[in-house]
């Protein structure tokens, strides 16, 4: 039986990172029934509870050194664990755990991840000396790659892949359906639903992204409803956006599995987001997304699927969104050539689960 250990960002409520890790397991396991999975989590009790694995806590140095000096892998990612931008510790704190791993002699995969940003020197300088010495990176995007390049990555194999979600099996609508009916969700009206984030001080794009959705209602008689990635976080800026509206809008308050998320997904028409991986779940669930850009893993992934984001939180302006909006509603699917591709990403997807079991075996 082999042993995996996985490192990222889990056991924190966001929907994306918990998304990434259903995704990751469910990848190995279809792989590697017999895999024994330990995940570094934040909350371990109910990383064990939701996940079915086993998990250890994250400043819990002497079982995450057990944890490590007796695997035979560890995986790190997926998601942007390696950048500087919302935090300089966690990056360190990725790295170190990494670092143990290399030390250690264990096979090292960077799963899946978005690379960067990477703003300071010391920064960049340590994640090329750092990923130098592990067996094997996939990213999910180009981009990615031309960073790590950047950094002077010579010593190991760079694969682009695609973001890990994107391989996960669909679901159904049932719990989509049954969470909307019960906030009186008519069915038979146009839903466009709404994913955003707080973004450091930007709070400007909320009353252009206000007048935008007002008009989108009265345009196509659509219902606006905002589905939040990250409990609390995301309902709280939601409500900033849905008090600056003329119009009625619905709040999704609650907290939400991945399976809901994803079901509330093929739920709506469209999906205008911010966070990522409300574009993501939209792409896999073929429901027609428009992205605001806030950080470059946004347009690296509208860019993969062939997209182009409706703007960014800087930049927004209200006639761009109605229009792509309005556009996507009356096509109701995306076009061919972008579900092409979303097919050739849920493909590349899986790729990154059996380049990981291939190392296990490959003694």
Same mark, same amino acid.
């Given at each position: ?188 009206? +146009? &839903? !466009?639903?709404?994913? %955003?984030? =707080?973004?450091?001080?930007? $709070?400007?794009?909320? #009353?252009? /992204? ?109 006639? +761009? &969104? !109605?229009?792509?909006? %309005?556009? =996507?509603?009356?096509?109701? $699917?995306?076009?061919? #050539?972008? /579900? ?24």
């Amino acid at each position: 039986m082999c042993k995996i250990l996985i490192s990222g960002y889990y056991g924190f409520g966001n929907a994306g990172d918990e998304a990434l890790l259903s995704a990751i397991l469910q990848a190995l396991l279809e792989l590697e029934p017999q895999a024994e999975i330990t995940v570094i989590s934040g909350n371990p009790v109910e990383t064990m509870n939701t996940h079915k694995v086993k998990a250890i806590g994250r400043f819990d140095m002497w079982k995450i050194y057990q944890a490590v000096y007796s695997c035979d892998m560890l995986i790190s990612g997926g998601g942007s664990l390696l950048q500087d931008v919302t935090s300089t510790r966690s990056l360190y704190y990725y790295l170190s755990i990494i670092s143990l791993a290399n030390i250690l002699g264990k096979r090292v995969m960077i799963y899946a991840q978005g690379i960067g940003p990477l703003r300071k020197s010391l920064a960049r300088a340590t994640v090329g000396r750092v990923l130098n010495q592990v067996s094997m990176i996939t990213v999910r995007d180009y981009a990615s790659k031309e960073e790590l390049i950047s950094l002077g990555l010579h010593n190991v194999p760079i694969t682009v892949t695609a973001d890990a979600v994107l391989g996960m099996h669909p679901v159904d609508t049932t719990s989509g359906r049954e969470i909307l009916a019960a906030y009186g969700v008519d069915f038979d009206r +146009p &839903i !466009v639903g709404v994913s %955003v984030r =707080a973004w450091k001080d930007c $709070t400007e794009y909320q #009353t252009i /992204l206000a007048e935008a959705l007002d008009k989108i209602q009265i345009a196509k008689d659509a219902q606006i409803v905002f589905i939040p990635m990250q409990h609390r976080e995301d309902t709280i800026e939601a409500e900033a956006i849905a008090k600056r509206m003329t119009v009625t809008s619905i709040v999704l308050a609650d907290s939400y599995t991945t399976t809901e998320l994803l079901s509330l997904s093929s739920c709506v028409d469209v999906m205008i987001g911010v966070r990522l991986h409300a574009l993501v779940f939209s792409a896999l669930m073929e429901t027609p997304c428009l992205g605001i850009s806030y950080d470059p893993k946004i347009l690296n992934f509208l860019h993969m699927i062939g997209e182009d984001p409706i703007g960014d939180l800087h930049t927004l302006e209200v006639e +761009p &969104i !109605v229009a792509r909006t %309005v556009e =996507a509603l009356d096509r109701k $699917t995306f076009t061919e #050539t972008v /579900l092409e591709n979303i097919h050739e990403l849920r493909r590349t997807a899986l790729e990154n689960a059996r380049i990981a079991i291939g190392m296990l075996h490959d003694k």
